[in-house]
């Protein structure tokens, strides 16, 4: 597609429940990162792929979370008992290969609201 | 130490003034710096970036890159109501590392 596509744009979902968040980015985009932005503050790496590398999962604040990529493309973030400290915006973005020298592109994000 | 600082702002300005954002890092060793603006309850989009020690001129915007000092700056003349955003500096350490960003208000 033209840009990146995040679904859902909302999600409400009871603590302790799993949720899955999903990205795709920009066709031809062989980097994907997901970031994390809680209310007020800035954005915080999570996990990053790059073609068929090993992902750079440093970012993940816990066991609780993990990402996979599929053929490349779509990448989807699960959260796995979920805390109310997980609530935040989670934006996906994607670059044309792993430095980005033209920045990155992000997807209008994914809500998520944890009650 | 965090990686990227910001001023914590937030910054207002009058209508037409020039609104100075700057930003701060830690790595010596980065090579690219880039300046997003969110705009309330948007994603970041990116506005400018820059390589090279010096100025770097895109419309009113002005970035400023001063190595020695791991410093970048971002300048934006004659300030618009619709320039009423946050501004995140972003440092590429082979992943873009981000300021906490600077809230800015132009007053009509």
């Known amino acids: 597609g033209a840009g990146v596509s995040q679904s859902p744009s909302n999600k409400v979902t009871e603590k302790g429940k799993d949720v899955e968040l999903r990205c795709d980015p920009i066709?031809?985009?062989?980097?994907l990162y997901w970031y994390r932005q809680s209310l007020g503050q800035g954005l915080e790496f999570l996990i990053y792929?790059?073609?068929?590398?090993?992902?750079?999962k440093s970012g993940l604040p816990s066991d609780r979370f993990s990402a996979e990529r599929t053929g490349g493309s779509v990448s989807t973030l699960t959260i796995q008992r979920t805390q109310q400290e997980d609530s935040a915006v989670y934006l996906c973005?994607?670059?044309?290969?792993?430095?980005?020298?033209?920045?990155?592109?992000f997807g209008s994000g994914t809500r998520l609201t944890v009650v | 130490q965090k990686e990227v600082e910001q001023n914590s702002g937030p910054l207002s300005v009058p209508e037409g003034a020039i609104a100075s954002l700057n930003c701060t890092y830690s790595?010596?060793?980065?090579?690219?710096f880039f300046w997003y603006r969110q705009y309330s309850g948007k994603s970041p989009e990116l506005i400018m970036f820059?390589?090279?020690?010096g100025d770097k001129e895109d419309g009113r915007f002005t970035a400023q890159l001063n190595k020695a000092s791991q410093y970048v700056s971002l300048l934006i003349r004659d300030s618009q109501p619709s320039d009423s955003a946050t501004y995140l500096c972003?440092?590429?350490?082979?992943?873009?590392?981000f300021g906490a960003g600077t809230t800015v208000t132009v007053r009509a």
């Open positions: 973005a994607s670059s044309w290969e792993d430095a980005p020298n033209y920045g990155y592109t």
């Open positions: 792929f790059q073609g068929n590398s090993a992902p750079d």
């Open positions: 972003a440092v590429d350490d082979y992943k873009l590392s």
């Open positions: 790595d010596r060793g980065s090579q690219s």
């Open positions: 820059i390589y090279s020690n």
């Open positions: 066709s031809g985009h062989t980097a």
